[in-house]
């Protein structure tokens, strides 16, 4: 705050206005982080002092001011997005469990699945469970995949099981594809 800046006061004794203050700025900046805007997880954030001139500061610049300090260190510190893991639970049944598990896999490998069992269900091979984790944003359409793949006698379930890191070139891909498509509207 300039060359009239006082000494630095301790987290213990800033002003309870202040506090709420740079609270706010701090909520702002992990809600709209620095990649696309996304909010931002796991995060701690201590204040270790805050050096001020007088004793009249306005809570707005305070609050702007701890909202800038946590973007720029979000930056410097190389954030990068999670993305939800689905469960998917692929049932195959009769004809479609020889004929159709082969595409299932082939479909769920080119949706950036992993593979985690393929059970048979009886003795015959006419019941057969596909297990496998699939990011979230893969799975628009594999219900309709899934049904034509199999001829109509699989099932598929999902249920959310993990975040996952996005690997640094799929989230290149979704920042360009995120800025190719706001150029479009």
């Not at 004794?13 to 709420?20: A, L, S, T, V």
């Not at 500061?57 to 999670?82: D, M, W």
């Not at 692929?90 to 896999?105: K, P, T, W």
């Not at 309709?144 to 989230?171: C, E, M, Y």
């Amino acid at each position: 705050m300039g060359e009239e800046a006082g000494a630095p006061v301790s987290p213990a004794f800033i002003r309870n206005d202040w506090r709420k203050a740079i609270n706010e700025g701090c909520k702002n900046a992990l809600h709209n982080g620095p990649v696309l805007g996304f909010p931002v997880h796991n995060v701690r954030i201590i204040l270790k002092n805050l050096v001020a001139s007088g004793g009249r500061l306005n809570p707005a610049l305070l609050s702007a001011c701890a909202s800038e300090c946590v973007t720029e260190a979000l930056k410097k510190a190389g954030t990068h997005l999670i993305e939800p893991i689905m469960l998917a639970e692929i049932d195959v049944v009769d004809e479609a469990a020889d004929q159709g598990v082969h595409n299932v896999l082939q479909e769920l490998n080119r949706r950036r699945g992993t593979i985690l069992n393929v059970t048979p269900k009886d003795t015959k091979g006419h019941h057969i469970l596909v297990e496998a984790h699939v990011p979230l944003s893969e799975t628009t359409g594999l219900s309709n995949a899934i049904r034509s793949l199999t001829s109509g006698l699989g099932t598929l379930h999902l249920q959310i099981h993990d975040f996952k890191h996005v690997s640094p070139q799929d989230q290149a891909a979704i920042i360009e594809k995120y800025y190719h498509r706001k150029e479009d509207h």
